[in-house]
């Protein structure tokens, strides 16, 4: 039986289970000396002065770096989705004349000794601010008189998208309705905060940098760049990395700072970010409102929308910050025939910690606000919200479909396979959708309400530009998968090996995946976006298919048949209709091992292939979660009984594996809905940046959680495979608000926002009409 | 500053060292003695990633100082099952993909193993109970709980 599509267990894990993981912060070097960040503690002021001599009076400081101390000119990072329009309000290095948020760093101090001794001291370093009025909302920042993050305004860009002419649409329609819908900032806050160690080689003139991120590579072409070095003198290596979710999908400035201090200290560096930096100097997300006008008709047809949404994108442009205002309005419409659409989105800069993708990008804010609204509708003119679903639905022959508005990054949305009433079908008869609805009327009547609620949601995955597969056999007959995806968790290493096991029919065992090392996998994109598996499964896919062709090539000699006559089945490659007749891989590759010469015909001493896969477009996953819940309407506590989930993310390779992307997933889109939100006073102080204050889920705030998949194949790779590491935390929200906004319908309490802790439900219930 | 001297069995092993006052007890393992599963994730005693146990009794190593550990024993990840096998829990995570990226897991493991010592046989709602401490943001817990369950039959507890 093939491996391919089996729930087995990962390669990963005895090693980490027998505590041999090797996170960042476990890395142990000669001569290391420990850096700590000093960094802005306001949200806007200007710099007077820094005072680092009662600091460097010390015997134990190495150095101290700030702006003044940075090559002229350094550049700020980059950010690659900037449009024309987009204002170059890019991050520095190292703050200078102006601080624009708590956390910002400022100077970097090393010292001798460890990281109690570098705290110690950098409380030394005296920075004189003087602290100018702040922003830290949209809606403040958009006031007349609203003080300025940067230049004249404090928006960066608004980018505008239409199809047919909402105006006239929305004019003529039978029945409209006008709302706000509010996703909060929440952050992937990984287990595993950030962190680096670099290690400055005289000899090489080089260096190596650790760094628990999503993207060497990127990383790497940005130390090239940033230190003047040629491409063999960096080597990035992301060792075990223990979580991500979009917030170590940059290069940020901090790994700038300590390659340009390693190069001047000539010693190995670590810095390891602790749980309150990380929350103020780590990339957040969602932020972001929708306005929207809706026109509809008595049968719960939409038929125009006008959206003008507005993202609070924090106070510099990140990598990717510009993901969230466009993917917010661009796949707003999801699954829905809606005609008439004219989207608008508004980025806006504040006192606060700047925005990047994380888990569920942009996605997450569309589908709350979409699937709220389908809601609106369905008891509007009193049809059930299913019902109303598969009124406005695509069917299943639209494929490939056109969108013909908006753009996600690689371009025009071409939705490329899927049969979303059927996975609607799915998700409300596994929820038991019908039966609830008697359970809900007997519980009403004995004064408890209870809910259920629909999010349905199509996510763009499966990103490109392009992913790198190599596959190399050595004569022992080991089988080594080079990849440039970067694992954080998802089993990079089971999946790839079971892709390669399935084409070259070798021993799961005998294969050994190798990633997260520039100098070991030569080119590389990383990990985000759900790409791994359908960009970086597929070059895999590719590669293992070159080196069936080569081997069949060079068994052609040994075989003394004629490669036509040749297949490769279960690692041997042998003579149709003759199976005794047959060369392993590992004897394949041992006949070109350098030292003898080459069968005719064969240009290479190595059994080894590479591809690099650009894939034509995205594919686009999506599916239906479906939430029960009680809400105790005395204390607005909201508790969850049920979450049923019917995803298509195409072929799954493990299914295993899916099934626990798609439950963390949940659990994070559940901390989205109830939990979690990053608070800011106005003028810009972080509230509460520890885990006691901001609540991640724990384990009693789980349902009970069904998990299904659908499989319809892409067609626009090999295996059909579309992403699967996002749908989870994107479709949860909209269910479970669909679902207390259904518990409370009889009260007519309003649920327009996230996260609906007590205090917000309470809030909505005292405000019911 | 002066250093104290401290006495503490690691897995076993009795390692005396001389410590600051303030060196927590996750830095003296970590830094010491390079037992680097116990894990650091928000070092104010909320997530349970660098949960040991302590003279039996599973304690968070981020706010134990390493002079209050002086004469007691600690188990870590590492000294949980002897050599390279992997113990029961151990295996039940592997079976049921009750990890992803793992910086949670050895938190997990030591908290399981404390309340699988207490009760061998707990229903679902005690292994909820029991797990209310130790974050994972990765899985959703679903393969955690029912790891805990593989665990308990493995060890041959439950019915």
């Given at each position: 039986m093939s491996l391919f599509g089996a729930s087995i267990r990962r390669k990963e894990d005895p090693r980490l289970l027998r505590g041999d993981g090797r996170y960042l912060s476990d890395i142990k070097l000669h001569g290391l000396v420990h850096a700590v960040f000093v960094r802005s503690p306001h949200a806007h002021a200007l710099i007077r002065g820094i005072d680092s001599s009662a600091a460097a009076a010390d015997p134990r400081v190495v150095s101290i770096i700030t702006a003044e101390d940075l090559p002229a000119g350094l550049p700020p990072l980059p950010c690659i989705?900037?449009?024309?329009?987009?204002?170059?309000?890019?991050?520095?290095?190292?703050?200078?004349?102006?601080?624009?948020?708590?956390?910002?760093?400022?100077?970097?101090?090393?010292?001798?000794?460890?990281?109690?001794i570098a705290e110690d001291i950098a409380g030394l370093i005296e920075v004189v601010y003087e602290p100018l009025p702040a922003v830290s909302t949209a809606s403040a920042a958009l006031a007349p008189d609203a003080p300025l993050v940067h230049f004249e305004s404090n928006v960066v860009d608004v980018l505008e998208y239409s199809l047919g002419d909402a105006d006239s649409a929305l004019a003529a329609a039978p029945r409209t309705l006008s709302e706000r819908f509010v996703t909060q900032r929440y952050a992937g806050t990984p287990l595993e905060t950030r962190g680096v160690i670099v290690e400055w080689d005289e000899l090489r003139q080089g260096l190596t940098m650790w760094s628990s991120t999503q993207v060497p590579h990127s990383l790497k072409a940005t130390l090239v760049g940033y230190l003047g070095l040629p491409e063999n003198a960096v080597r990035v290596i992301a060792?075990?990395?223990?979580?991500?979710?979009?917030?170590?999908?940059?290069?940020?400035?901090?790994?700038?700072?300590?390659?340009?201090?390693?190069?001047?200290?000539?010693?190995?560096?670590?810095?390891?970010?602790?749980?309150y930096e990380h929350f103020l100097a780590s990339t957040h997300g969602r932020e972001q409102y929708h306005d929207v006008d809706v026109g509809y008709d008595d049968d719960g047809r939409i038929l125009a929308i006008r959206d003008h949404a507005v993202t609070n994108t924090g106070a510099y442009l990140q990598r990717l910050t510009l993901v969230e205002p466009f993917v917010g309005v661009s796949m707003l419409s999801g699954p829905y025939v809606i005609e008439h659409q004219q989207l608008l989105s508004t980025v806006v800069m504040t006192n606060t910690t700047p925005l990047n993708p994380f888990r569920g990008v942009g996605h997450v804010q569309a589908a709350f606000t979409m699937e709220r609204i389908i809601d609106l509708v369905a008891a509007a003119v009193g049809i059930d919200p299913g019902e109303v679903r598969k009124r406005n639905m695509f069917s299943k022959d639209v494929f490939p479909l056109h969108r013909g508005i908006g753009n996600v990054l690689?371009?025009?949305?071409?939705?490329?396979?899927?049969?979303?009433?059927?996975?609607?079908?799915?998700?409300?008869?596994?929820?038991?959708?019908?039966?609830?609805?008697?359970?809900?009327?007997?519980?009403?009547?004995?004064?408890?309400?209870?809910?259920?609620?629909?999010?349905?949601?199509v996510e763009e995955t499966g990103l490109g530009p392009y992913e790198s597969g190599r596959v190399r056999v050595e004569p022992s007959g080991q089988v080594i998968v080079f990849t440039g995806a970067c694992s954080s968790g998802q089993g990079h290493d089971t999946v790839l090996a079971q892709i390669t096991a399935d084409e070259l029919g070798v021993e799961f065992d005998d294969i050994v995946v190798v990633h997260g090392d520039t100098d070991l996998v030569a080119s590389g994109v990383g990990t985000y976006a759900s790409r791994s598996a359908p960009i970086g499964g597929t070059a895999v896919r590719h590669a293992a298919g070159s080196i069936k062709e080569q081997a069949i090539k060079i068994a052609a000699e040994m075989l003394e048949a004629s490669p036509q006559d040749l297949e490769l089945v279960g690692g041997?490659?042998?003579?149709?209709?003759?199976?005794?007749?047959?060369?392993?891989?590992?004897?394949?590759?041992?006949?070109?091992?350098?030292?003898?010469?080459?069968?005719?015909?064969?240009?290479?001493?190595?059994?080894?292939?590479?591809?690099?896969?650009?894939?034509?477009?995205?594919?686009?996953?999506?599916?239906?979660?479906?939430?029960?819940?009680?809400?105790?309407?005395?204390?607005?506590?909201?508790?969850?009984?049920?979450?049923?989930?019917?995803?298509?993310?195409?072929?799954?390779?493990?299914?295993?594996?899916?099934?626990g992307q798609v439950q963390g997933g949940v659990a994070l889109g559940i901390g989205g809905a109830l939990l979690?939100?990053?608070?800011?006073?106005?003028?810009?102080?972080?509230?509460?940046?520890?885990?006691?204050?901001?609540?991640?889920?724990?384990?009693?705030?789980?349902?009970?959680?069904?998990?299904?998949?659908?499989?319809?194949?892409?067609?626009?790779?090999?295996?059909?495979?579309?992403?699967?590491?996002?749908?989870?935390?994107?479709?949860?929200?909209?269910?479970?608000?669909?679902?207390?906004?259904?518990?409370?319908?009889?009260?007519?309490?309003?649920?327009?926002?996230?996260?609906?802790?007590?205090?917000?439900v309470y809030r909505a219930l005292q405000n019911a009409s | 500053m002066s250093d104290h001297d401290v006495t503490i069995s690691v897995n076993g092993l009795e390692r005396s060292d001389s410590v600051p006052a303030r060196l927590t007890l996750a830095d003296f393992?970590?830094?010491?003695?390079?037992?680097?599963?116990?894990?650091?994730?928000?070092?104010?005693?909320?997530?349970?990633?660098?949960?040991?146990?302590?003279?039996?009794?599973?304690?968070?190593?981020?706010?134990?100082?390493?002079?209050?550990?002086?004469?007691s024993e600690i188990t870590t990840l590492e000294g949980l099952t002897a050599g390279d096998e992997l113990g029961p829990i151990e295996q039940a995570f592997w079976a049921k993909h009750g990890m992803q990226c793992g910086f949670c897991t050895p938190g997990f493991v030591m908290t399981i193993s404390e309340l699988l010592d207490d009760n061998p046989s707990p229903t679902r709602e005690e292994i909820?109970?029991?797990?209310?401490?130790?974050?994972?943001?990765?899985?959703?817990?679903?393969?955690?709980?029912?790891?805990?369950?593989?665990?308990?039959?493995?060890?041959?507890?439950?019915?």
């Open positions: 989705d900037a449009e024309e329009t987009t204002k170059p309000f890019n991050q520095p290095i190292l703050a200078s004349a102006k601080v624009r948020f708590v956390g910002e760093p400022v100077a970097l101090l090393v010292v001798e000794g460890d990281r109690y060792p075990d990395v223990g979580g991500a979710f979009g917030v170590k999908l940059q290069p940020y400035p901090e790994e700038v700072v300590l390659g340009l201090a390693s190069r001047q200290i000539g010693r190995p560096i670590k810095w390891v970010e602790d749980r690689a371009g025009e949305i071409i939705y490329d396979s899927g049969d979303y009433p059927e996975c609607l079908n799915r998700a409300l008869a596994a929820a038991e959708w019908d039966e609830f609805r008697g359970e809900q009327q007997r519980a009403r009547d004995e004064g408890r309400y209870l809910g259920i609620g629909i999010g349905f949601f041997e490659v042998r003579v149709k209709g003759s199976p005794t007749s047959s060369v392993s891989l590992a004897q394949v590759a041992g006949r070109v091992a350098p030292g003898q010469p080459l069968p005719e015909g064969v240009d290479n001493y190595t059994l080894d292939a590479t591809d690099i896969y650009h894939p034509p477009t995205n594919t686009f996953s999506y599916g239906c979660h479906v939430a029960t819940v009680e809400v105790d309407i005395e204390t607005g506590v909201v508790t969850l009984l049920r979450h049923v989930v019917v995803n298509d993310s195409g072929t799954l390779i493990n299914p295993l594996l899916v099934d979690e939100e990053i608070a800011y006073s106005d003028d810009g102080q972080p509230l509460n940046a520890n885990f006691m204050d901001y609540l991640v889920p724990a384990i009693g705030n789980m349902p009970e959680m069904v998990v299904e998949h659908m499989v319809v194949p892409t067609p626009l790779n090999a295996d059909g495979m579309k992403g699967a590491g996002e749908g989870g935390a994107v479709g949860a929200p909209a269910a479970i608000a669909n679902a207390v906004a259904d518990a409370l319908l009889p009260l007519g309490a309003k649920i327009t926002e996230t996260p609906l802790g007590p205090e917000t | 393992l970590r830094e010491r003695l390079d037992l680097t599963a116990t894990h650091l994730a928000c070092e104010h005693g909320v997530c349970g990633a660098c949960t040991v146990l302590v003279d039996g009794e599973t304690a968070r190593a981020c706010l134990l100082l390493t002079v209050q550990a002086d004469g909820i109970e029991g797990l209310g401490g130790n974050l994972c943001r990765c899985t959703g817990y679903v393969k955690i709980v029912e790891a805990v369950e593989e665990a308990v039959s493995l060890r041959g507890g439950g019915a």
